[in-house]
């Protein structure tokens, strides 16, 4: 197959958006596409030469692909630079030089896709000294042979900046129209690819065996499988009714998730998003291939950065130190993890992800050595809300994140985000972490027990600017009985018979007050009110930012009216609420 064939389809689906056209246009390339090299025209159109979790990359850079073009045409790279500055685009540079070409060769060979990839692939495993010269001739060679508009595609799957917006999904649908003959089984054609987050492999597997290689298709440790993801919910009761009776609560482990593949004496540690992080933790592989007793097995669990005094956890970006190339050893001491691990997919020639996680977890503990480093997740197993509820505070406690709630009877559900995992996580239980001081404007008259005092407050926060309170809830919980009896004593000296003028609200009080008495409340979320006036209309036209589930915490005596939260940290905390959500 020509290479230009491949160019030619990057050049078409660079002007397409939708999505059907781009499936039609992906069969008719995978229709025309020897068996042979379907795997490498599916890693091109990806801009890659082998799958991600690969980790070996090109070692080329900008001015490296500069040198090669400039040796291929004959044109300096200093005018090459020059260019680049003026286009911005180095693809453009190439096709550019191309056309511009100042040694010509006699006889030009047509560059065909295999040429291409074999080129590439030998680029880069060419290591060591002088590898650098040697990468730049063997690039150059492909620019000799290549047309403008191919060095312009090959420049940019050299640099990774290809970029067709072809969709992992699409391609899935358009192998199986093209090899399974309909869509309908895009299914267990995506199954076996979550079990070897292959592409490539896919596509080589259904041309070569057809539906019923994918089929049988099995993991093979030293391929990751596609993670299984948690769904979320508010509260546990929430999480229960989802699960069904008993479950599984772990810690949720606040670190990197990882999958560790674990073949004899070699092991490799896979990302959440699938790279190749082994060299990160040679750690946590010494403890993987020293406490795990099966020659090969795939687990996965949580690395946790700790306090190396203290040997309490820290937060994840701990781990960010050790995302380097060089001096690893300095950095595992530096900055020491734990693991924690939690399932278990594969031992010895079997597949465990269609067992029940009660049955994985058992086999878990069977084959795991643990000690002060190598654990467990922390579990109980339970149905009992009340003993969750103090599961999770415990968890938080001891700065994990919160929990996740597992059915004891699922599966392991490759690359799905599905119910049989629930996460519960601080920020949204709590989504207001801190308490905020606000002044009393207002209040409603109390009913049976608080029909001789107030029922509830109207509290406002203080606007700066326009030096005015701007109401934020009605608080009517949290007060004992004795706080409820004292709120006349303190509230009526200072009764007013209207709203006070420096008071902004749009609720109609029992009763109105000078704003001076300031009182501390906490609530479970800020959201936007049309009844209260908080920075009316800052995020929202008609909008203010008001407190749900208000709860009265204490008095501050000692603090004035203007001391008050203000308008503008209640919308710093709504904002950084909905930052929290939206992670
Ligand atoms: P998040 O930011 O909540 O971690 P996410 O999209 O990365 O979100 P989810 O699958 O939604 O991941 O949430 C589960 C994540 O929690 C896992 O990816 C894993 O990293 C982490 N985790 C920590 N402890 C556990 C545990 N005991 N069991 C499963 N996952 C755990």
């Not at 050049?11 to 039609?24: F, H, L, N, P, Q």
């Not at 209207?498 to 009182?519: G, L």
Request: contains cysteine.
């Amino acid at each position: 197959m020509l290479f230009s064939e491949l160019v030619n389809f990057f050049e078409k689906i660079e002007r397409i958006t939708a999505r059907s056209t781009i499936v039609d246009s992906l069969v008719s390339l995978f229709r025309k596409t020897p068996k042979e090299i379907i795997d490498k025209v599916v890693y091109l159109i990806q801009g890659e030469i082998y799958p991600d979790y690969y980790g070996l990359e090109l070692g080329l850079g900008e001015k490296l692909t500069l040198r090669a073009i400039s040796n291929a045409y004959g044109i300096d790279t200093y005018e090459l630079e020059k260019l680049l500055k003026s286009f911005g685009d180095i693809g453009k540079v190439a096709e550019y030089a191309a056309k511009r070409r100042k040694q010509i060769t006699l006889f030009k060979q047509p560059l065909t896709v295999k040429r291409v990839y074999e080129t590439l692939e030998k680029i880069a495993r060419t290591t060591g000294e002088k590898s650098q010269d040697t990468k730049v001739r063997l690039l150059s060679s492909l620019y000799v042979d290549a047309s403008p508009k191919e060095a312009k595609y090959l420049t940019r799957i050299v640099l990774g900046e290809l970029r067709l917006g072809v969709a992992e999904m699409t391609i899935l649908d358009a192998l199986a129209i093209t090899f399974a003959k309909s869509i309908g089984y895009r299914e267990e054609i995506e199954r076996a690819y979550n079990l070897c987050s292959d592409l490539g492999e896919v596509a080589k597997v259904l041309a070569n065996e057809g539906l019923e290689g994918i089929r049988k298709y099995k993991i093979k440790p030293g391929r990751p499988i596609r993670m299984m993801l948690a769904q979320r919910v508010e509260n546990v009761r929430e999480a229960a009714l989802k699960l069904g009776k008993e479950i599984a609560a772990e810690w949720k482990y606040d670190g990197e998730r990882f999958q560790a593949h674990k073949m004899d004496s070699k092991v490799l540690l896979f990302s959440r998003r699938l790279e190749n992080i082994t060299n990160q933790y040679p750690d946590a592989v010494e403890l993987i291939r020293k406490n795990i007793k099966a020659r090969e097995v795939i687990v996965e669990g949580e690395i946790v950065a700790i306090n190396p005094d203290t040997g309490e956890f820290l937060p994840f970006q701990e781990l960010m130190h050790r995302r380097r190339k060089h001096d690893i050893e300095i950095a595992v001491k530096k900055y020491p993890i734990n693991i924690f691990l939690f399932d278990i997919l594969y031992k010895d020639g079997e597949s465990l992800i269609d067992k029940p996680y009660r049955e994985r977890r058992k086999i878990l503990e069977e084959i795991v050595e643990v000690n002060d480093k190598l654990m467990l997740s922390k579990q109980i197993v339970t149905s009992d809300l009340e003993e969750i509820e103090k599961f999770f505070l415990e968890a938080i406690e001891h700065g994990c994140e919160g929990l996740v709630l597992k059915d004891l009877e699922g599966n392991y559900r490759a690359g799905a985000r599905e119910w049989l995992w629930i996460k519960l996580k601080k920020s949204y239980q709590s989504k207001m972490v801190e308490p905020v001081d606000l002044v009393v404007v207002g209040a409603f008259y109390g009913k049976g027990k608080r029909a001789k005092s107030y029922g509830a407050l109207l509290v406002a926060s203080y606007n700066r600017e326009k030096d005015i309170f701007e109401t934020v809830c009605k608080v009517g919980s949290g007060f004992t009985d004795a706080d409820i009896e004292r709120l006349p004593e303190i509230l009526d000296k200072y009764k007013i018979d209207r709203c006070h003028p420096r008071v902004f609200s749009k609720m109609e009080a029992d009763v109105w007050f000078e704003p001076k008495v300031v009182i501390e409340v906490i609530g479970d979320e800020l959201t936007l009110s049309p009844v209260h006036t908080c920075c009316y209309g800052k995020v929202q036209a008609g909008s203010g930012i008001a407190i749900r589930f208000p709860r009265f915490l204490r008095y501050r005596f000692d603090k004035d009216a203007r001391d008050a939260t203000t308008s503008e940290e209640i919308l710093e905390m709504y904002k950084r609420q909905l930052k929290r959500i939206e992670h």
